[in-house]
């Protein structure tokens, strides 16, 4: 039986994964970032002094739930115009199999300054969870799922929670 870990990279708010009655689905309201059981890792070079922290109502709220209840990423994982790199990685999931969904609510700040991008990857390499190191690279987790503004402009991710 296959081992699934999907990972996330850039700002994130909610996941849900929902599957076929074989897939164990998972659904997460963030009101601990992370959430117990999930790793946050940072490969931006040079690591910079966050990762993964719990969402911050100054900058917006929660898509639902307790106000701060979202995984936040920002431009402090690295340094300079440096390649932002933190992975969001969820458990192993057994059973997933063709037909089952994943979807995820993600939001940038309402005046955007510098372009974000999301990619949901997932990785098939049993229980591993190793994204490589470096910002560049995506270690186990070759297949992309889908990207949350792939051609990197500033207005190209969305400001108000979106879901994907």
Known sequence: M???KPALLAIVSVLVVAGAASAQPISEDFALAPPA???AINNSVPVG???VFQG???VFPAHQGAATSYAGMNFNATT???TISV???TPSRVGIQNGDTWSFFTRTVDVVAFADR?????STNGATCNPGTGSASVGDFTTLLTTVNPTLTVTGYPSVYTQF
Do not use: D
Not at 118 to 122: K, V
């Open 80 to 82: 300079g115009a440096n």
């Open 87 to 89: 992975w969001l990685i």
């Open 37 to 39: 059981g999930w790793q």
């Open 56 to 58: 911050n109502l100054a």
């Open 2 to 4: 296959n081992r699934i």
């Open 49 to 51: 002094t966050t990762t």
């Open 118 to 122: 999301l990619e949901f990857r997932l």
